[in-house]
Each structure stands twice: as C-alpha cells, then as structure tokens.
C-alpha cells in the first residue's frame, strides 16, 4: 500500500476515534446530571412534608445505593470504552509522528510527550464524575435519614402547609 494511502487511512481513524472520545465524554456528563436531577428530585420530595418511617428509610437508602452504585458502574463501563480508545488514539498519532520532536515544528514536538502519559489523573473527567454522583449520593441518603420535616418543626414551621406555628 503506498504511503499516502497509509496516511490517509490513519488520519480518518484519528477522526473517528476523536470523534468517539467526545460522544463518550458527553454521554457520561449527560448521566451524571440526570442522576443528580433524580437526586435533586427525591429530596424534593422529602423536603415537602414526606416523613417517612424507619421500614421506608431502609428502603429508599437501598434505593439510593442500588441506584449509586449501578450509575457508578455504567460510568464505568464508558470509562473502560474511553479508555481503549485513548490508547488506540496515541497510537495513531505515534504512526503520524506527532510527538515525535522536529517531524512538523522545528525543535519541538507537535504534541507534549506527556499526552502519552495513560495514567489517570484524579483530575479527569471521569474522576469528577464518579466524585459528583456520590456527593449526590451521600446527600439523598443525609436528607433520608435527617428528616427535614422533623429539623424545621423544632423552628415552628409546618412541613406540610409552609405555615409558621403560633406559639400557645
């Protein structure tokens, strides 16, 4: 095969697995902001007057983490995708020569050689992500289990009518 054609094939993967990095990337941000939606949801809903007893508790706790836990593991899973295809990307461009030093720039590379680099950072976007869903996840577990309704009627506030209480 000759050498244009070479490049031409490597430069439309490149494209493709570009492409796939950013679809990944928005699917997983887009799932974490409906998981903290439904998070915002629920304690919505205990907010407004929902006192539950320690049966329900129990029960919408194992809810939550059921929930937590399986958005954790499908974040996961494009992680596992985002990933492989990291790895097929620096390839690609280690074939076009783009962290190689005087290829396409004299005396510097086209790339930081630290691109190369596949260690994660607790910095990345999956980190943040796994990071935001459970914050979510321990604050709808706080507000099952330190009911509001209860905490507000200390201050002489009806939950359930937003009323203040006269005192007796």
């Given at each position: 095969m000759e050498k244009d054609n070479k490049i031409e094939?490597?430069?439309?993967?490149?494209?493709?697995?570009?492409?796939?990095?950013?679809?990944?990337?928005?699917?997983?941000?887009?799932?974490?902001v409906w998981i903290a939606g439904l998070g915002i949801a629920l304690?919505?809903?205990?907010?407004?007057?929902?006192?539950?007893?320690?049966?329900?508790?129990?029960?919408?706790?194992?809810?939550?983490?059921g929930?937590?836990?399986?958005?954790?593991?499908?974040i996961s899973a494009i992680q596992r995708g985002f990933d492989n295809n990291r790895a097929i990307t620096i390839k690609l461009e280690k074939l076009l020569g783009c962290y190689k030093k005087n290829e396409y720039i004299e005396d510097d590379r086209l790339f930081p050689e630290e691109y190369i680099s596949k260690n994660k950072l607790w910095s990345n976007h999956f980190s943040t992500l796994y990071c935001w869903i459970?914050?979510?996840?321990?604050?709808?577990?706080?507000?099952?289990?330190?009911n509001p309704c209860k905490t507000m009627a200390i201050t002489?506030?009806?939950?359930?009518s937003k009323e203040v209480i006269k005192k007796r």
């Amino acid at each position: 095969m000759e050498k244009d054609n070479k490049i031409e094939i490597i430069l439309n993967l490149l494209n493709e697995r570009y492409a796939s990095s950013h679809k990944m990337r928005e699917r997983s941000q887009s799932f974490a902001v409906w998981i903290a939606g439904l998070g915002i949801a629920l304690i919505w809903i205990l907010i407004n007057g929902t006192n539950l007893n320690i049966s329900q508790k129990i029960l919408v706790s194992i809810l939550t983490i059921g929930l937590g836990g399986l958005s954790i593991y499908f974040i996961s899973a494009i992680q596992r995708g985002f990933d492989n295809n990291r790895a097929i990307t620096i390839k690609l461009e280690k074939l076009l020569g783009c962290y190689k030093k005087n290829e396409y720039i004299e005396d510097d590379r086209l790339f930081p050689e630290e691109y190369i680099s596949k260690n994660k950072l607790w910095s990345n976007h999956f980190s943040t992500l796994y990071c935001w869903i459970i914050c979510v996840l321990l604050i709808v577990i706080a507000f099952i289990w330190i009911n509001p309704c209860k905490t507000m009627a200390i201050t002489k506030i009806d939950c359930s009518s937003k009323e203040v209480i006269k005192k007796r």
